[in-house]
């Protein structure tokens, strides 16, 4: 098409939203509404998924808890760790305590280890050194960002956000994983233990064996021998982990999609009234030579402008959504939880936003470029 014409169609087609400013701003906030709605919601699914199969596949190779425990729960003796270790499949077998405190009133994962499990977990610094001594913790990643830490700095860590808490060194930081860990810090087991009152208690046990090979028969050992034990293998958890929240995602984007459904009903509908409101001004148009692709182009381009405007609220409102959840949900439930954006889930939905506008306004766009010229100018 030529590109005096697509220029003529986009000065006339905003013109047109300019003079119906509250109509245009209803229907934009229409198609915003949907898009914030898809962009939020699969954007903390994403984190969600990520922090899951991420802590799950960046620790350990097995994990040992009790059956249908949640790794919150310190239910398990300390001494299970020596009876674990002389399985001759074990290479090393670590305690671990995790518990949901607060640094410097923030929400974090407490992890409490002890030198083999922290050599299990093989995760890397990328400044500092590990714990050492009591009074010492290694902050995640992207707490350490959103705290402002540097190594050497001293912060408060508390059994609830309304106590004092006691002071702990920074000695290290995490290098970034996307998972949970991020959010994690790192004690003495001993320590964390006496913080929470649960002296001689741990979570699980993590594992690394001499051989993968040897995983079903080292499984099948342990629950034989202890039947309120589980050996979980982390890596089939991820996986599972992940299928459920790739059927969530799902979910989400329909529920998402009548969102946008109600949006681009809103763009035809204006599209419609913009058409029947300006039918002499195409009856007059078309007398001076202007032909039905023309028209056709004017009010497409009016309804993908406002598609694409829609959807450039919509990201943003999205945006904002998806950040206010990840900071009121590790509040209300008290587990962190990212909100992850990519660069697709910030361009598509715009892109969709715009061809949703097109969609929307090809019926009632194609019907005022039908229009005679004759009647067009005699329309009331």
Known sequence: MDTKVMRLAITIAARSLKRRRFRSALTLIGVAVGMSTVVALTAVALGAREAAVGVLTQTTDFMVMPRGGSEFQAELPESLVKHIRLYPEVEMAGPVLSQMLYLEKEPAWAMGVTDESADITRLSLVEGRRVEERGEIVVGYTLAQDLGVKVGDVLRLSVSPDEPGTPMKVVGILEPTGGVTDMA????????????????????????????????????????????????????????????????????????????????LGVMNTTMVSVLERTREIGVMKAIGAKRSHILTIFLMESFILGMMGGVIGVLGGAALAKLASTLIPKMVGFPLPAKLTWWLIVSPILFAGLLGVVAGFYPSWRGASVRPMEAIRYE
Do not use: W
């Open 185 to 264: 810090v790192y004690l003495s087991l001993s320590e964390l233990q006496e913080m929470v009152g649960k002296k001689g208690k741990i979570s699980m046990i993590m594992i690394r064996l001499k051989d993968p090979r040897l995983a079903d028969q080292f499984k099948a050992r342990v629950e034989e021998r202890y039947p309120d034990l589980e050996v979980y293998d982390t890596k089939q958890i991820a996986e599972n982990v992940g299928r459920v929240l790739d059927m969530m995602n799902s979910l989400i984007l329909a529920i998402g999609g009548i969102s946008l459904l109600v949006g681009g």
